[in-house]
């Protein structure tokens, strides 16, 4: 298994939601959500079921459940 290394930096800086790139680091790196859903659910979208998907989960990391 991959290791994350979080640091602390003098230099930069990051908003409320640079969370979110740890979120999308771990979604991509660590699983394979999107090939999994291109599997299991037929059909040719506009837009890429595992788009959705992940979008889906970046608004509920930001606490936004209404969407």
Avoid: W
Avoid at 3 to 19: C, L, M, P, R, T
Avoid at 40 to 59: A, C, F, I, M
């Amino acid at each position: 298994m991959k290791k994350i290394v979080i640091e602390q930096s003098s230099k930069a800086f990051y908003s409320s939601h640079s969370g979110l790139a740890l979120v999308g680091n771990l979604i991509n790196g660590y699983t394979s959500l999107c090939e999994r859903l291109e599997k299991e659910v037929p059909g040719q979208p506009r837009v890429s079921h595992g788009d959705v998907v992940k979008t889906y989960l970046g608004l509920l990391c930001l606490g936004k459940s209404d969407f």
